[in-house]
C-alpha cells in the first residue's frame, strides 16, 4: 500500500475460517482505501477510538476534546476496546449502559459516554468505514437536568453584602455574573480593552476554561449568539471599575485577577463562592445559578422574555423559554390574574357593565397584549 514517504508497504491478515472469508476482507479493505479509510477486518474497537480522538483534536474546543479523551480512555476503551469494531453491536451497549446504571452510576455520567460512542461510530458511518451505528438508538434518554431554585432578591443582596465585607475582591465578581447574566468562564475570561465603561458596554469575547482543571485557556464563547454585547448597569460599571484598578500585573489583561496578578482559576472561584455562602447561611446553589437568578430577577420585573434572550445571548428564544418555563410563582400568578381580568372585561362588555368598576389585580405588561 502507498504511504506518505514514498514507499510501499506491506499489510498482512490472518485467521480466516476459508479462502470466502479472506477474499471478502481483501475485496472490504481495497474498497476502504478507495474510500479514503482503513477497512482493516481486524481493527479493534480501541485502535478506532484511539484513531478518531486523534482526529477530533484540532475540531473540538481544548475542554471539550479533554471531556471526550476522558470518556474514550478511562470508560470506552477499558469496556470494547478488545472487540473488532465490525463485531460492536447494540446489545452490547445496551448491556453496558444497564450494569452502570444498576451498579448505582449517575445518568448523566452515562449518558454521556454513550453519546461520546455514538459520535465516533456516527463518523465511521459517515466515512463508509461502518454500514450502520451500533449506539444508535441510544439504550436511555437523555437526563432532564434537575430544576434549579435559584436564591431571591433579598438572599442575592444578603451575599453581596457579605462579601464585600469579607472579601471585596470577590463581590465585585459576583455583582458583575448577577447583574449582567454573565457565564463564570465568560467573566473570568474578560479582557480589560473589552470594557467600556463610559459607554456602559462589554463585549464578550472569550471565555476562560481550565483544561483537566489544570491548564488556563481562553477559548471561544459558548455559541456565536455568546459573543455579543452586554449593558452595564451603574452597580456593575462601578464593579468592574474596582476590579480594573486592582488588576494590575502588565502580564495578561483580564478584569478579575488573583492577588498574584494571574487570571483566577474557576475551581478556586467555585471553592471560594461556596466558603462564602456557607458563612452566609444560604441555601445551597451553584456559581451558574446567579446566570438563572439574573434571569429570574428580569422576569419578576416584568422584562419580556425575549429581551431577557437577548441580555443573556441565548442561541434561540425557545432556549430562554425552555431553561425558564417553570418561572416563579409571583410571575405565574401575574400571567393566571392577567387572562381572569382579560375575560371579566370582555365579559363585563357584553352585560354593558362599567369595566372601570370591575375589581382586580392590574394586568402584568409582561404577559398583556401589548407586551
Request: proline share 5%.
Amino acid at each position: 500500500m502507498p504511504s506518505l514517504s514514498g514507499r510501499r508497504r506491506t499489510v498482512r491478515r490472518g485467521g480466516f475460517e476459508d479462502d470466502f472469508a479472506a477474499e471478502s476482507a481483501l475485496r472490504r479493505f481495497l474498497e476502504g482505501r478507495q474510500l479514503g479509510f482503513d477497512a482493516d477486518p481486524h481493527e479493534t474497537v480501541a485502535a478506532y477510538l484511539t484513531k478518531w480522538l486523534k482526529s477530533m483534536e484540532f475540531l473540538l474546543k481544548p475542554t471539550t476534546y479533554a471531556r471526550y479523551r476522558t470518556y474514550v480512555l478511562c470508560e470506552l476503551i477499558p469496556v470494547f476496546g478488545k472487540m473488532r469494531l465490525e463485531e460492536l453491536a447494540h446489545d452490547h451497549i445496551a448491556s453496558y449502559a444497564h450494569e452502570q446504571l444498576e451498579s448505582g452510576r449517575g445518568r448523566q455520567a452515562v449518558y454521556h459516554c454513550l453519546a461520546t460512542l455514538s459520535s465516533a461510530l456516527g463518523t465511521a458511518v459517515r466515512t463508509h468505514r461502518l454500514p450502520f451505528n451500533a449506539a444508535q438508538p441510544l439504550p436511555m434518554r437523555r437526563p432532564r437536568a434537575d430544576e434549579r431554585v435559584p436564591w431571591n432578591a433579598e438572599q442575592a443582596v444578603t451575599f453581596l453584602a457579605h462579601c464585600r465585607d469579607v472579601d471585596p475582591a470577590f463581590a465585585d465578581l459576583f455583582e458583575v455574573i448577577i447583574g449582567t447574566g454573565l457565564r463564570k468562564g465568560e467573566a473570568l475570561g474578560l479582557q480589560r480593552q473589552c470594557v467600556r465603561i463610559e459607554d456602559r458596554v462589554m463585549y464578550i469575547r472569550h471565555t476562560l476554561s481550565a483544561i483537566d482543571n489544570h491548564e488556563l485557556v481562553l477559548t471561544a464563547p459558548k455559541t456565536k449568539k455568546s459573543r455579543n454585547w452586554v449593558p452595564l448597569s451603574e452597580r456593575v460599571a462601578a464593579a468592574l471599575q474596582r476590579a480594573m484598578a486592582r488588576s494590575t500585573s502588565t502580564d495578561n489583561d483580564h478584569v478579575f485577577q488573583g492577588t498574584d496578578g494571574n487570571p483566577l482559576h474557576p475551581a478556586a472561584v467555585r471553592r471560594r463562592f461556596h466558603e462564602l455562602r456557607k458563612q452566609t447561611g444560604l441555601p445551597h446553589v451553584t456559581i451558574h445559578d446567579l446566570r438563572h437568578l439574573a434571569a429570574t430577577l428580569a422576569l419578576e420585573g416584568n422584562v419580556s422574555m425575549a429581551v431577557i434572550s437577548k441580555t443573556l445571548r441565548h442561541s434561540t428564544l425557545s432556549t430562554t423559554a425552555n431553561i425558564y418555563s417553570h418561572l416563579t410563582w409571583e410571575v405565574a400568578m401575574a400571567a393566571v390574574h392577567t387572562i381572569e381580568a382579560r375575560l371579566c372585561l370582555v365579559e363585563a362588555r357584553a352585560r354593558g357593565v362599567d369595566a372601570l368598576a370591575l375589581s382586580g389585580p392590574a394586568p402584568n405588561a409582561l404577559f398583556s397584549h401589548a407586551a
